[in-house]
């Protein structure tokens, strides 16, 4: 069973940056979809950025100029760093994964078939 767990969270004011952290584990690391998406009060489940496990990276339309997503496969840790952060990215925020060796194609919520427990980000004006 994967499990994947949320970190790094908070409250920061517009324009600061965040870094968010996502451990894997219950699973073989490599060959895996691991993305972030996010929830806001405005939108529903929106993908923000990806990568599979042992390759490359990955970004929803216009998510890239502020998002950076990378991993570290010591720590089986996906990060996902955000600046000049505004108060719409005001959400929680989520690592999901594909079912192994299913690629990084697609931003539908209901192609990812584990969730982590999310990660609160409030960015307050």
């Known amino acids: 069973q994967v499990q994947l767990v949320e970190s790094g969270g908070g409250s920061v004011q517009a324009g600061g940056s965040l870094n968010l952290s996502c451990a894997v584990s219950g699973t073989d690391y490599d060959a895996h979809c691991v993305a972030w998406f996010r929830q806001t009060s405005e939108k529903e489940r929106e993908g923000i950025a990806a990568v599979y496990t042992g390759g490359g990276t990955y970004y929803a339309d216009s998510m890239k100029a502020r998002f950076a997503v990378s991993e570290d496969a010591a720590k089986r840790t996906i990060y996902l760093q955000m600046n000049n952060l505004k108060s719409e990215d005001t959400g929680m925020y989520y690592c999901?994964?594909?079912?192994?060796?299913?690629?990084?194609?697609?931003?539908?919520?209901?192609?990812?078939?584990?969730w982590g427990q999310g990660t609160q980000v409030t960015v307050s004006s």
């Open positions: 999901a994964t594909r079912d192994h060796y299913f690629g990084c194609i697609t931003w539908r919520a209901a192609a990812f078939t584990n």
